[in-house]
């Protein structure tokens, strides 16, 4: 396998699930051969190892190369850490080594690229470039299909990622060759994994340690046309379709994730767990939920399991998830959060929600007062036109969430972002 994003994430779920699906596969464990070194080890057939490739800065490749790969997995029980030791990576790499990307998923050996590069990554052009470029190298080679398996909350997120990398691939027999032998899996991911901090590296004596919560779960629909790891071992689902799941996980984990960010971040919060302690972070997230509960596929009873239990998941006061992590990045999460749900509930001839619009508010004070481009460059200018002034930003968050509504309906929607905005802050809504 290749892998491109050397996160938390990715250590946590893929490279989790590869690591014990190894580990079924050996009986004992191993540490597999590495995919970038296409003259590897034969004896390892049954083992996957994965080439991971750092998106941005070489520093997470670094450290890892440096400890041999291998990590510690913190799993944060509500009384106490599992600690395990993750073997699954191979090799880890500067993702600016273009050579070593080259060659990697060139390597007939590889059957799998998985990627969590981010959100915003698939409306810039770098990231799909740097993956037709791989793809461009494998087609010289003459090393045949593979699957290609974005792991990145978003919905369709195979089929935006095929799109985005036809789109970066320059020559149509490129193209024509990623649409023949390449295959876009769907796939929805879950397993809260914060950023740890200096205390998890100390405490684990793992300045690469990694730290997440027990639950995990992992959908996926498409075909793995060179071969894959047993990722069932650990429960990955294969299924046909992954739509329903991931309407649940970004309509509802997702899009309250994103409340309890603004919206805690205004009332002094640091932590998810923190603002859960708050009852109008609680009553408001109730409302998002409730919002979006008739227009979600789902029976009633799996919809009030799942709330109840992210309930549980959110309070858990031993994963210190961070709001200012969660807040990164508004303008290309909030899309796939929020809008879908305004816009299913519009049709149906519903209000937008009440719910759903304190998070477009929530979104706008902080785009006001706690936005930095570094934190979301594409958020520029909606942070501009809101730092203009409450009526513009709000005309700026709706132009941005609902843009092909109805005049009308823009109208009342932008008063009550702007009103509720005002609220949050404790300012007028013409301010
Ligand atoms: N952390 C979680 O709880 C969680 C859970 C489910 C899904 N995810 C998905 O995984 C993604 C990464 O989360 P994380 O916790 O690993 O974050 P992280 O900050 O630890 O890692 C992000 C990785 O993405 C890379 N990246 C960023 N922009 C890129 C670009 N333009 N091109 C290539 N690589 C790029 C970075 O270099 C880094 O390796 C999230 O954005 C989300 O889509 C995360
Ligand atoms: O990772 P992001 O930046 O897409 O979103 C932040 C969190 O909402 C997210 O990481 C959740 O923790 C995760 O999706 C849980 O599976």
């Known amino acids: 396998m290749v892998h491109l994003g050397l996160g938390a994430f990715h250590r946590a779920h893929q490279a989790w ?9 050996s009986g004992a464990g191993g540490h597999p051969a590495d995919p970038s070194d296409a003259a590897g080890a034969a004896d390892a057939a049954d083992l996957w190892g994965i080439a991971a490739f750092t998106g941005r800065r070489p520093d997470a490749a670094r450290a890892l190369a440096a400890q041999g790969c291998a990590y510690t997995l913190l799993v944060r029980e509500p009384d106490g850490d599992a600690a395990e030791r993750i073997t699954s990576i191979s090799g880890a790499y500067d993702g600016a080594d273009t050579a070593a990307w080259r060659g990697a998923v060139a ?29 461009a190298a494998r087609r010289d080679a003459g090393a045949g299909p593979l699957a290609v398996v974005s792991c990145d909350n978003l919905p369709a997120n195979g089929a935006r990622t095929r799109d985005a990398v036809l789109g970066a691939a320059d020559d149509p027999r490129l193209a024509q060759w990623i ?30 340690v990694v730290v997440t919560e027990p639950f995990t779960e992992w959908y996926l629909a498409g075909e793995f046309p060179a071969g894959r790891p047993a990722w ?17 996980k970004l309509w509802l984990l997702n899009a309250g994730h994103s409340l309890l960010a603004y919206l805690g971040l205004a009332r002094g919060h640091t932590s998810i767990d923190e603002a859960m302690a708050d009852g109008e972070c609680r009553r408001a997230l109730d409302a998002l939920w409730d919002d979006a509960a008739p227009v979600l596929p789902l029976p009633e009873r799996e919809i009030r399991d799942a709330r109840a239990a992210l309930v549980r998941r959110f309070t858990n006061p031993r994963i ?47 785009l006001r007062s706690g936005w930095t481009s570094d934190a979301d460059p594409g958020g520029a200018p909606l942070a501009a036109r809101a730092r203009t002034s409450l009526a513009d930003g ?21 008063d009550d972002v702007a009103r509720g905005a005002a609220q949050i802050e404790g300012t007028r809504s013409t301010a």
Not at 398 to 406: E, G, S, Y
Request: charged share 25%; net charge negative; with cysteine.
């Open 17 to 25: 699930y590869t690591h014990r699906a190894n580990l079924a596969a």
């Open 107 to 135: 390597n007939p050996r590889v059957a799998v690229v998985t990627l969590t590069i981010t959100e915003p990554a698939y409306g810039a052009t770098s990231a799909m470039r740097r993956l037709a470029d791989g793809l």
């Open 179 to 208: 649409t023949d032998h390449v295959s876009f899996v769907d796939t929805v991911v879950d397993r809260i994994t914060p950023a740890a901090t200096d205390d998890d590296r100390a405490a684990s004596g793992d300045p690469c």
């Open 232 to 248: 069932e071992v650990e429960g990955a689902r294969f299924v046909p379709d992954v739509e329903v799941y991931t309407r649940r």
């Open 320 to 366: 210190r998830h961070l709001l200012e992590q969660i807040a990164k990045d508004g303008s290309a999460k909030l899309p796939a959060r929020s809008t879908p749900v305004v816009a299913a509930r519009l049709a149906d001839g519903a209000t937008p929600g009440d719910g759903q619009l304190r998070l477009w508010s929530a979104w706008l004070a902080h």
């Open 394 to 414: 709000a005309a700026a968050v709706v132009d941005h969430l609902l843009p092909a509504a109805r005049p009308e309906t823009i109208t009342s929607i932008v």
